[in-house]
């Protein structure tokens, strides 16, 4: 991310809100998606931030106004109904112009990633960011090709991990969602990786 200096500024502003919003909340929460990707993996542009928090959805309402209070607006009229239908609220840093794509997990493993979350120090703003173990499930759930990415540069960047916790959920997600080739793909880029490693 420090290549692209003219992405970075606005991007520190908004995650520094962000947090800001999450501790005044107070909502436990960790920033995930691309910005994850590239401070645990390579780093790459991205234009936006993701997140994930843990709240009662009776208490959405109110984490959505005091957003108001660090600058974040609905990019949507209807954001809290689409809120309920997704779980996912879709908000702006109006002086950044970020999106930010909060979701409200519910799942065990949510809750796990959300308390496992560490602080890292990035450009002078302390944000939480998941363990690398559990942003490699996250990618290898969500599948699409940029995910499947980032899971080579994270495993290449992080030589000491965790794998059989990765392995045992992304198995456990496999089989409630009926898709086996989460693990199967993870379990290739993870020879591939091997592969690498081996002296020719």
């Given at each position: 991310m420090a290549e692209h200096e003219e992405t970075l500024v606005p991007l520190l502003a908004a995650l520094?809100?962000?947090v800001a919003w999450?501790?005044?909340?107070?909502?436990?929460?960790?920033?995930?998606?691309?910005?994850?990707?590239?401070?645990?993996?390579?780093?790459?542009?991205?234009r936006d931030i993701d997140a994930l928090?843990?709240?009662d959805?009776?208490?959405w309402d109110a984490f959505l106004t005091k957003g108001a209070g660090f600058g974040f607006v609905p990019r949507?009229?209807?954001?809290?109904?689409?809120?309920?239908?997704a779980r996912v609220l879709l908000v702006r840093h109006e002086a950044s112009g970020i999106d930010i794509d909060i979701a409200f997990g519910a799942l065990p493993?949510?809750?796990?990633?959300?308390?496992?979350?560490?602080?890292?120090?990035?450009?002078?703003?302390?944000?939480p960011l998941p363990l690398p173990e559990d942003l490699?499930?996250?990618?290898?759930?969500?599948?699409r090709p940029r995910d499947m990415a980032d899971i080579e540069s994270i495993l290449d960047a992080q030589p000491k991990l965790d794998l059989p916790r990765v392995r045992r959920w992304v198995r456990e997600f496999s089989a409630a969602l009926e898709t086996p080739e989460l693990l199967r793909d993870f379990n290739a880029?993870?020879?591939?990786?091997?592969?690498?490693?081996?002296?020719?």
């Amino acid at each position: 991310m420090a290549e692209h200096e003219e992405t970075l500024v606005p991007l520190l502003a908004a995650l520094r809100d962000l947090v800001a919003w999450f501790q005044d909340a107070p909502t436990p929460g960790t920033v995930i998606g691309g910005v994850a990707a590239s401070l645990l993996g390579r780093p790459r542009v991205t234009r936006d931030i993701d997140a994930l928090v843990v709240l009662d959805e009776s208490e959405w309402d109110a984490f959505l106004t005091k957003g108001a209070g660090f600058g974040f607006v609905p990019r949507l009229a209807n954001a809290l109904t689409f809120a309920h239908q997704a779980r996912v609220l879709l908000v702006r840093h109006e002086a950044s112009g970020i999106d930010i794509d909060i979701a409200f997990g519910a799942l065990p493993f949510e809750e796990e990633a959300v308390a496992r979350a560490v602080w890292h120090d990035v450009g002078g703003v302390r944000i939480p960011l998941p363990l690398p173990e559990d942003l490699l499930i996250m990618k290898a759930v969500a599948h699409r090709p940029r995910d499947m990415a980032d899971i080579e540069s994270i495993l290449d960047a992080q030589p000491k991990l965790d794998l059989p916790r990765v392995r045992r959920w992304v198995r456990e997600f496999s089989a409630a969602l009926e898709t086996p080739e989460l693990l199967r793909d993870f379990n290739a880029l993870v020879a591939r990786r091997r592969k690498r490693e081996k002296p020719s």
